[in-house]
């Protein structure tokens, strides 16, 4: 990390830590993305609506990822997952919080699961559907 970077980084975090508790809460204001679709209703199992996503650093999201066609798919993204501060793992109306990343995400069944999350460290980050990459489920979300 270059040395600007890093005094910049310093900056806001010494300007964050002198601020009321609870004034900047990026969560609040979180943008909903287009939905990761996997498989569709009409037999395709291996397309994907949506498989590459674009965020900026320091912003709060909330990615949607559904699950359409009948496979089991195990939704993996471990360099993503490792960079960005998860608020929270959404499954049917029920909530997960946590300190880390989840490995990975798996559907047995058709269904969703939502992340919302701060998007931390500018990368090009590969995400996939283990087994299935080569079908066409896998792709690239880009944080700069």
């Known amino acids: ?32 993305l287009p939905d990761l679709v996997l498989g569709n209703e009409e037999g395709n199992d291996f397309v994907v609506e949506n498989k590459e996503i674009e965020l900026e650093a320091g912003k709060a999201y909330r990615l949607r990822i559904v699950a359409k066609g009948r496979q089991e798919y195990k939704f993996y993204a471990p360099e993503f997952f490792r960079y960005i501060w998860f608020n929270q793992i959404v499954i ?10 989840p490995d990975h995400l798996e559907f047995d069944d058709p269904g969703e699961i939502a992340i919302e999350f701060v998007a931390i460290k500018p990368g090009a980050y590969k995400w996939y559907a283990q087994g299935f990459e080569e079908k066409g489920m896998a792709g690239t979300i880009t944080v700069k």
């Not at 890093?6 to 943008?31: E, F, I, N, V």
């Open 92 to 101: 049917e109306h029920k909530e997960i919080h946590g300190g880390g990343p």
């Open 1 to 32: 990390m270059r040395w600007t970077t890093r005094l910049g980084l310093a900056a806001a975090a010494l300007a964050l830590a002198a601020s009321p508790a609870g004034a900047l809460d990026l969560t609040k204001k979180r943008q909903n």
